[in-house]
């Protein structure tokens, strides 16, 4: 099995609203990750998480909190976004090995579609 | 830092037509490099991986690539394509020292196959 799973898949919010977007893996994958994909453009990477560590933030702003409860899981909460956070939210895991992640593949998920008015 | 480029943005093309596509990398040292497919609508699968071993390697759905390290270049190729094709195509690579697994992404080339 090498799904993994977004909620929503589509998400309209206010810019003064508060929401959480999903991401859940049970492949025993031990590195997580958000990305940003504008339309027709590359996906950007966001966070990385390590052992439910936060090990990379791209100097995302603020008003992306990421958090990830256990192994399995990873969270995005979103507060005070704007029209130009629009995008498609990717969340991808990959396996560990013995000599780090950068070695290992990453397998996306559906995405959320998220649109900010 | 590293970075991916695509050589072509768009490409149209006829099924039974041979396909490829260029990647080119810049990275100084040992590189882990990917090639993942966007159908319409659907998220992103890998097509085919190289981290080491025999540079000719065979993805899924009749895709290949080769790494030319000399060339930093990491080319799809499919010899006769289908409408089902149709996608946007990524190259991506990450460095094999990272810890983090960064990928960094081309720009993608838009691939429509037209019956």
């Known amino acids: 099995d090498t799904e993994v799973t977004q909620t929503p898949k589509h998400l309209v919010m206010g810019m003064t609203n508060k929401k959480s977007l999903k991401c859940e893996q049970h492949m025993g994958h031990r590195a997580m990750y958000w990305y940003k994909q504008k339309a027709k453009k590359p996906p950007e990477l966001m966070f990385v998480y390590s052992y439910e560590k936060l090990s990379i933030n791209e100097s995302v702003p603020s008003r992306f909190s990421p958090e990830c409860p256990n192994s399995s899981l990873l969270n995005l909460h979103l507060h005070a976004l704007q029209p130009e956070d629009s995008a498609l939210y990717l969340c991808?895991?990959?396996?560990?090995?013995?000599?780090?992640?950068?070695?290992?593949?990453?397998?996306f998920g559906p995405g959320t579609r998220l649109t900010v008015l | 830092a590293q970075s991916v480029s695509q050589h072509n943005h768009h490409v149209i093309l006829s099924e039974a037509a041979s396909l490829e596509l260029g990647c080119n990398y810049s990275?100084?040292?040992?590189?882990?490099l990917f090639w993942y497919v966007q159908y319409p609508g659907q998220h992103l699968q890998l097509l085919l991986k190289y981290f080491s071993g025999d540079p000719l390697v065979k993805g899924i759905k009749g895709f290949e690539a080769e790494f030319i390290k000399s060339k930093f270049s990491f080319n799809l190729r499919k010899p006769s394509v289908q409408w089902s094709d149709t996608a946007e195509y990524f190259c991506a690579v990450n460095a094999a020292t990272d810890s983090w697994g960064k990928l960094q992404f081309g720009a993608g080339t838009q691939v429509v196959v037209t019956p």
């Open positions: 990275y100084g040292g040992t590189v882990n």
């Open positions: 991808a895991s990959s396996p560990t090995t013995g000599t780090g992640v950068g070695t290992d593949t990453q397998y």
